[in-house]
């Protein structure tokens, strides 16, 4: 089978300040197969030299001490955004044969002049016929002595491409914490009480086992001071307490303690989807002091004393609590800022943020800086405040999740006014702000469509001033008018933030009339779960399995009431065969043909069918350790 392989090269654009550079061919999903870095017996793969380039942009974050402090050393023969897309293009191609391979990678190097003297180059997997069909896209390319995978935490053996997105370029710790998945679990209800009372003076005291406490709620809240989900790192799982059981003397259990899951402003809140897939949106918490109950606890499991009747006074039945509702949550945080901040690393965003607003981000002359969001408000002297969002810089191939990719472009997207910062000490800061524009298009027409200002900054610096007149000039003739300003003196910030308020009372004006969005039920899953758990006991399905003999009794209500029956007790046998006859379960079985010998499952149980002949109904018993755990 001919290979069908897609190349994805990552390549750092300053060759001088990143190692060690490597290129990688696409995996399927279907490889399981340890891999081995093998020399490549290639002999068209010659080892060349790399040139020493360096540029003012960057794909992944070189160590610290990389860095030369001089900002005016990143002058560099443009190897930059638009290079790395032509690599990328290999991608597209198909090699047959591995010497067409090679060839074409070797291709793309020359074209943009690159050479990889300094390194060996290593094919991953199989030469032989066979392994290239389980190893189709399997094979990877690599430079230097570092090793594959070492470096992308999470390169899945599956091969999954949302995990792919992830880890392109990004070392684990600088992700951005705006994702997390976690757990939620509302507290069991406690189990109800078999008692009866006896006291001096107190004949036939009567029964008095109380009632168990309800389950603890699951509560998603909104806190003002969170402004990422790192937290979320650290804890997975938020289970409520349960409710405690009931006592004698008719004392009801407590309730179980309510779990507060505390997110950020902006978070959007998912049930987690299945097989990557997202899943459904169940509400976005916008405000700090939002509340939104999730998940109702369980009910309490009532004790014998709420079962007494005319006929049986002294009940031995009590029921267990029930079990409380558990999910699996996907969240993901938007900002809620009114102004987004955008441009390359090192461009001067953190700074402008710095001189604009008491906040104090962390300014460093290295790329990446900001990992995480951050906002400041801008208080204007006439009593008018917006807030601000410095976001961590944004590289070419962000809308497919390069850099911080993603992470930072989501952060965009409720931002009614973007302010484009363009670093004009750069090479070519046309380009520059063109390769970011196009991003912000690739990314989301939407968000190319918001209003934006163009910033041009580090005025202040030689190279900025000269560039400055045709950068100006080329920004107009597209009817652009850009504003320029040296975020380190604060020369100029002052305009482009008036600039941006104007934009942003504009696109508040426009809102109005569009008219208000009456705000979504939060509580809407806890109504869900509610209403689930109400519903009535004789509406079931039954479904058989002839090969196994087997009926799958399935109806809510019904499994409810099996998981709430406790069958420690005597009476509980009794009233599980009264109901399941009155609800019309044993009717439905026996006009379906139920033998004797069959097993019918309800919920977690397992039981057998018996005709029962002196009366001529039916009846079914439980299994000797009938339970049936769910999977
Ligand atoms: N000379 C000069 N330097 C500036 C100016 N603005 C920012 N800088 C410097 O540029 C470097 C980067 O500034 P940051 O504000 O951290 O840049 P950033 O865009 O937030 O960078 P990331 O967070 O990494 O994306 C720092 O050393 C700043 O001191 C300016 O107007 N003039
Ligand atoms: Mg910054």
New binding site residues.
Partial sequence: MASTSSISIYTPFSRQLLSPPYCKIKRSPRKAKPRKLTPNPNPLLKSRSIPQLEATTYTRLPPKDDFIAD?SQFSAPEITLSDLNSIRDVSARKPPVNGEKVEEIGGGDEELGFDYGKFELFEIGSDNEEDDEEFDDEVVLGFGDGELGDEFEGVDENGEEGEREKEKGVPAVMRCFDRAKIFVKAGDGGNGCVAIRREKFVPLGGPSGGDGGRGGHVYVEVDGSMNSLLPFRQSIHYRAGRGSHGKGSNMHGAKGDSVVVKVPPGTVVREAGKDGEEGELLFELLNPGQRALLLPGGRGGRGNAAFKSGTNRVPKIAENGEEGAEMWLELELKLVADVG?V????????????VVSAAK???????????LPNLGVVSFDYDASMVVA?????LEGAHRGFGLGHEFLRHTERCSVLVH?V???SQQPEYEYDAVRLELEMFSPELAEKPYIVAY?????PD?YENWPSFKETLQSRGIEPFC?????G?GTREVIYAAYELVQKRKEAAKGEGFNSPLNLNHVADMVSKQRKSPINEFEISHDTSSNTWNVVGAGLQRFVQMTNWSYVDSDRRFQHVLEACGVFKSLTRLGVKEGDTVVIGEMEMVWHDYKNGGSSNIKRRAAAVRWPQ
């Fill in positions: 900002p901040i441009g390359v690393p090192n461009a001067g965003k953190s700074t402008l943020l710095s981000p962390n300014i460093a002359n290295y790329p990446f800086t900001t990992l410095d976001l961590p810089g944004l910062i670093d004009g000490s900054n580090k005025m202040d610096l900025a300003m040296s975020a380190a003196t020369e």
